[in-house]
C-alpha cells in the first residue's frame, strides 16, 4: 500500500480528470509552470475515484461531462470517502451550476475554455475553501453536517457579498467575527443571515 503523502507534499499533488486530451495536456502544462506536481491524468470520472484513493492528491481538477461517471458525481463520491478541493471545468453557463458543485463538495469551478490567468486564481479560492471547510469540519466533527453547514455559510456569503458589497474572504470574516462575538456557530449565524433575508 503506497505511503501518503504529508500535507505539505500532498498540496502540490494535482490529479486531472478530462476526458478531451488537449485540455488535459493543457491544464498539466499549466499546472506544472505553476509548481504543482501532476501524479494522475484520466478520461473519465470511475478513474477519478479511484486514482483519488490510490494518489491521495492535494487538488483534483475534473470536467464535468465525461463518460462512465461525470464530474458531480465523481466529487460526490469522492468527497463522501474523503474530502479533497476540487475545481469543476464545464463548458455550460448556468445559474444551476454553483448550486450543483456546491452540494457535491467542490470547491471552485472554471467555464470552459480554461485560461492560464483563470487557473492560478481558481486554485486559491478552491484552497482558501477547503481550508474553511476543515475548520467548519473540525467545529462539527461530523462529515455530512460539515457538508451541510459549508452549503449554508457559502449561500450566507453570497447574500452578505451582495447585501453589503464586499469581498468573498470579507464576508466570511464577517461571519466568523460574529460567531465569536454571539458564541455562536458558524452554522447558526449563517441560518439567521438566510432567514432575516427571507424575510426582508
Known amino acids: 500500500m503506497m505511503a501518503k503523502a504529508d500535507d505539505t507534499t500532498r498540496k502540490q499533488r494535482v490529479l486531472i480528470a478530462e476526458d478531451n486530451e488537449k485540455t488535459r495536456a493543457f491544464l498539466a502544462g499549466q499546472l506544472e509552470l505553476l509548481g504543482y506536481s501532476v501524479v494522475g491524468s484520466v478520461a473519465n470520472g470511475r478513474e477519478a475515484v479511484e486514482l483519488t484513493e490510490k494518489l491521495d492528491p492535494g487538488l483534483i481538477i475534473m470536467d464535468i461531462k465525461m463518460p462512465e461517471m461525470d464530474g458531480v458525481e465523481a466529487a460526490k463520491a469522492i468527497s463522501a470517502k474523503k474530502p479533497v478541493p476540487i475545481i469543476l471545468i464545464t463548458g455550460i453557463s448556468s445559474s444551476e451550476i454553483p448550486e450543483k458543485v456546491v452540494d457535491a463538495g467542490v470547491f471552485a469551478y472554471l467555464l470552459k475554455p480554461v485560461t492560464k490567468k483563470q487557473l492560478d486564481p481558481a486554485i486559491r479560492v478552491a484552497l482558501s475553501r477547503f481550508k474553511e471547510f476543515q475548520g467548519l469540519k473540525n467545529e462539527v466533527n461530523n462529515l455530512k453536517e460539515a457538508m451541510e453547514t459549508r452549503k449554508l455559510i457559502e449561500r450566507a456569503k453570497g447574500i452578505l457579498m ?39
Open 162 to 200: 451582495k447585501r453589503c458589497t464586499i469581498t468573498e474572504d470579507d464576508a466570511f470574516k464577517v461571519l466568523q467575527r460574529y460567531s465569536q462575538k454571539e458564541n455562536k456557530k458558524m452554522r447558526d449565524v449563517a441560518e439567521s443571515i438566510i432567514s432575516a433575508s427571507n424575510i426582508i
